[in-house]
């Protein structure tokens, strides 16, 4: 008994207390992330969305484009789940091909938005003065266009096509990031750890990236969750409107614009794409809510949010 | 302000500049339908005076501008300004229709689910919010009028002017923004529900009924008025499509209609009419969220 006693406060050097002291704070955050409701429901979709996306064009039966002219306009069975369009391609096969698009597509935009605002922001609040001032302007330019505004006349200005919408949608909405970095870092850009790294005579390009980055990095990914989702109802918006993806590519919006003009004969054609988008959208936003509870306690990307 | 304003003007001069080679040849190409001869194209910039350098283009458009005049459309008699006074108010109509469906929505919801939190109703709602910022508006409306036109045949599927012509629209545009202020209108009562005249007001033996929505209702909407406002870009944004969808002129047909047409005079002036109120709209919110709150500091916000 007191054997046991006195292992438990055998004297422990600085380093493993250290090293006990992060493991228990990483095992307490994972275990967090794991149990925060919208995490695990968000994450689920999302994982299934891209399993479907991934892995669903090699089950199905069915050609995405080929057209079947015999089978048009015909309504849900068991050959066609969602049912066949006014060519007479199977609905259900087109929206497992749609999940391709619509993700490779929001996550490419995310991605590009997230690598430019980033940088604007660590750059603007780490070096201040007439850089920050002049990036800052730049970033109400942007902000003061209404993001879809914006991005379809780019989109329409290059020409439609799948490509120039993803152009478009990633040259607009990076200012969202670049405002939310740069208030962080200047938060923490004169803490003692960063001061002690300055004294020490490193260089600035490691402090920004060793130093500055992995503190402001938690309200970028909340932002970037939720913005996937924005992404897929804008993409779907613009398609849509004609200035996306191009029959006969399998696209949600362009099939809900296809299928339109059938919306009192067929009306699951305007149905399933958009409960497809809703889910896709349903799944980021969950899942971006769940990730800021554990990420971002205060919600320091919510104002940013808002404003885009 | 300035400075932004002078870029968002550049900017949206400069935009139709980005089209792929020369605009006058892409231009009269998409209109016929086959390539223009070397006259045609010469005699096209010359008319609308795009062989000028950038710079000077730019100048003198921006002089037209700042006296009132837009320039005239590529394939339209009108002037810019015209047709921009022509369309605006369908879309306002419109717009201030969405703002007052969503308020409808929005204040009671929100209110309800902050007094009942945690219980049903509250995630009845926050799951009905969620379903309303996830749905595409387009697909809203065409669900909206496959039942209440097509089915119900209460109201017609497009066109405007009456107002049986405004409901389906504004509804379809009300709803995504009636999910953002719900969420907004609950945290916001939440907090004040919380705070310490509140519970001086219970102590005192005022009527739970009369607390919340006399003495905490009033003040959780001051933010949530402001907040609005600041929507008003994703009124804007929306409304683009919502006009498609319901066949209804208006700056967001407008615009559509000369994207695809390549008509970059009347392009220019819709995204400056937009980006211009936009600003204006902000710096207000910006002012009247001051006014309404002097614990808010200006700087960060402007």
Redesign the interface.
């Known amino acids: 008994m007191s054997e046991r006693h006195a292992d438990e406060h055998t004297w422990r050097s600085p380093d493993a207390v250290l090293e006990w002291l992060r493991e228990r704070t990483r095992s307490q955050f994972a275990w967090s992330l794991r149990t925060n409701p919208g995490v695990r429901f968000g994450g689920t979709l999302v994982c299934l969305l891209a399993v479907v996306a991934v892995f669903g064009p090699l089950l199905s039966p069915y050609d995405p484009t080929a057209q079947a002219l015999e089978a048009r306009l015909e309504a849900p069975s068991l050959a066609h789940p969602l049912g066949t369009d006014a060519l007479g391609r199977d609905v259900a096969t087109r929206i497992v091909h749609g999940a391709r698009v619509s993700l490779a597509l929001a996550v490419a935009a995310t991605a590009v938005r997230v690598v430019i605002g980033t940088t604007i922001g660590l750059v603007a609040g780490y070096l201040g003065g007439l850089v920050d001032a002049a990036l800052m302007?730049?970033v109400?330019?942007q902000l003061?266009?209404?993001?879809?505004?914006?991005a379809?006349?780019?989109a329409?200005?290059?020409?439609p096509s799948l490509r120039n919408v993803m152009i478009a949608l990633s040259v607009v909405g990076w200012a969202s990031y670049a405002r939310v970095v740069r208030?962080n870092v200047l938060e923490v850009k004169d803490r003692p750890f960063v001061e002690a790294a300055r004294l020490y005579g490193t260089p600035r390009r490691r402090i920004a990236r060793r130093h500055l980055l992995p503190n402001v990095i938690n309200p970028v990914v909340v932002l970037a969750t939720m913005n996937l989702?924005t992404i897929v109802?804008t993409a779907?918006?613009l398609s849509?409107?004609?200035?996306g993806a191009q029959p006969p590519t399998p696209e949600w919006?362009t099939m809900?614009a296809g299928g339109?003009e059938y919306?009192?004969s067929a009306?699951w054609l305007?149905?399933a794409?958009?409960i497809a988008?809703?889910a896709t959208?349903?799944g980021f936003?969950?899942l971006g809510d769940g990730l800021r509870d554990v990420l971002d306690p205060d919600h320091l990307e919510e104002r940013e949010r808002?404003?885009s | 302000m300035s400075?932004?304003m002078a870029?968002?003007s550049l900017?949206t001069y400069g935009?139709?500049f980005?089209?792929?080679g020369d605009p006058a040849y892409t231009i009269l190409h998409e209109r016929r339908g086959s390539p223009p001869s070397d006259a045609e194209v010469a005699a096209f910039r010359a008319e609308h005076g795009l062989d000028e350098p950038f710079v000077s283009q730019y100048l003198s458009w921006l002089s037209g501008v700042l006296r009132g005049d837009l320039g005239t459309s590529y394939f339209r008699s009108e002037s810019v300004s015209t047709l921009l006074l022509q369309y605006l108010p369908n879309t306002l109509e419109l717009a201030v229709a969405a703002m007052i469906v969503s308020l409808a929505l929005a204040v009671p919801v929100g209110v309800v689910s902050a007094v009942h939190r945690d219980t049903w109703i509250d995630r009845t709602s926050q799951i009905a919010a969620?379903?309303g910022?996830?749905?595409?508006n387009?697909?809203l409306g065409?669900?909206l009028?496959?039942v209440v036109s097509?089915q119900l045949g209460l109201t017609p599927t497009s066109g405007s002017g009456t107002l049986s012509h405004l409901v389906l629209p504004a509804i379809t545009l009300g709803t995504g923004l009636a999910a953002?202020v719900t969420r907004l209108v609950r945290t916001s009562m939440l907090e004040v529900l919380e705070a310490e005249y509140v519970d001086t007001a219970r102590s005192k033996g005022v009527r739970e009924r009369l607390v919340v929505y006399k003495h905490a209702l009033r003040n959780a909407l001051i933010p949530v008025v402001t907040?609005v406002g600041?929507?008003f870009?994703?009124v804007?944004?929306?409304a683009?499509?919502v006009e498609?969808v319901f066949q209804r002129p208006g700056l967001g047909t407008l615009?559509?209609d000369a994207?695809?047409a390549?008509d970059y005079p009347v392009?220019q002036g819709?995204?400056l009419v937009?980006?211009v109120a936009?600003?204006i709209t902000n710096q207000l919110v910006d002012l009247a969220y001051v006014a309404l709150d002097p614990r808010i500091e200006r700087g960060?916000r402007a």
């Open positions: 302007r730049l109400d330019i003061a266009f209404p993001g879809l505004v914006l379809l006349v780019i329409g200005v290059l020409g208030g989702g109802l779907a918006g849509f409107l004609g200035l919006g809900i339109r919306l009192r009306p305007v149905t794409p958009g988008i809703m959208v349903i936003n969950v808002r404003r | 400075i932004v870029g968002v900017l935009l139709v980005v089209t792929p969620l379903l910022v996830s749905m595409p387009f697909w065409y669900l009028i496959l097509l953002i907040i600041l929507q870009g994703f804007l944004s929306g683009v499509v498609v615009l559509v994207v695809f390549r392009v819709v995204v937009t980006a936009f600003v960060e």
